[in-house]
C-alpha cells in the first residue's frame, strides 16, 4: 500500500465523528440523514465528512431510486490492521523481552537472599 493512501486513510480516521460514522456503517448501509442523526450538525458537515471517507476509500455512495446509502469499505481498515501489526509483533517481542529480564532478576535476587545468613 502507498505511504500517501495510509496518510489519508490515517487522517480520515483522525476524526471523531468519522469514527462514529465508520461504527454506524459496520452495521449496514444508511442514508446522510440517517448518520446525521446523532450529531448535532447540519447535512452539509455531514457530507464533507462523508466525502472524506469516500476519498479515503472506507466508503462507496450509490444511488437507488430516491435514497442514496452509504456503505462501509473493509479493505482500507484491513490494510491498516496489516501496517499495526509489525507494531503489535515488535511490542509483543519487547514485552517477551522485559519478562525475561525480570524473571532473570528475581532469580538473581532470590539467590543472593538464599546465600545469606
Known amino acids: 500500500m502507498e505511504t500517501?493512501?495510509?496518510?489519508?486513510?490515517?487522517?480520515?480516521?483522525?476524526?471523531?465523528?468519522?469514527?462514529?460514522?465508520?461504527?454506524?456503517?459496520?452495521?449496514?448501509?444508511?442514508?446522510?440523514k440517517e448518520l446525521?442523526?446523532?450529531?448535532?450538525?447540519?447535512?452539509?458537515?455531514?457530507?464533507?465528512h462523508l466525502k472524506v471517507l469516500e476519498q479515503a476509500g472506507l466508503i462507496t455512495r450509490s444511488r437507488h431510486a430516491q435514497w442514496r446509502?452509504?456503505?462501509?469499505e473493509a479493505k482500507p481498515l484491513h490494510d491498516i490492521a496489516d501496517w499495526v501489526e509489525q507494531y503489535r509483533q515488535f511490542w509483543d517481542e519487547s514485552m517477551d523481552r522485559l519478562e525475561d529480564y525480570l524473571r532473570?532478576?528475581?532469580?538473581?535476587?532470590?539467590?543472593?537472599?538464599?546465600?545469606?545468613p
Do not use: H, Y
Not at 486513510?9 to 459496520?26: H, N, Q, V, Y
Not at 532473570?104 to 545469606?116: A, H, L, M, R, V
Open 4 to 32: 500517501d493512501q495510509l496518510s489519508t486513510i490515517f487522517a480520515a480516521l483522525a476524526d471523531p465523528t468519522r469514527r462514529a460514522i465508520l461504527a454506524r456503517l459496520a452495521s449496514g448501509e444508511a442514508s446522510v
Open 36 to 48: 446525521a442523526e446523532p450529531f448535532e450538525m447540519t447535512l452539509p458537515a455531514i457530507t464533507k
Open 69 to 72: 446509502p452509504c456503505r462501509l
Open 104 to 116: 532473570e532478576i528475581q532469580t538473581q535476587e532470590q539467590k543472593n537472599d538464599s546465600s545469606q
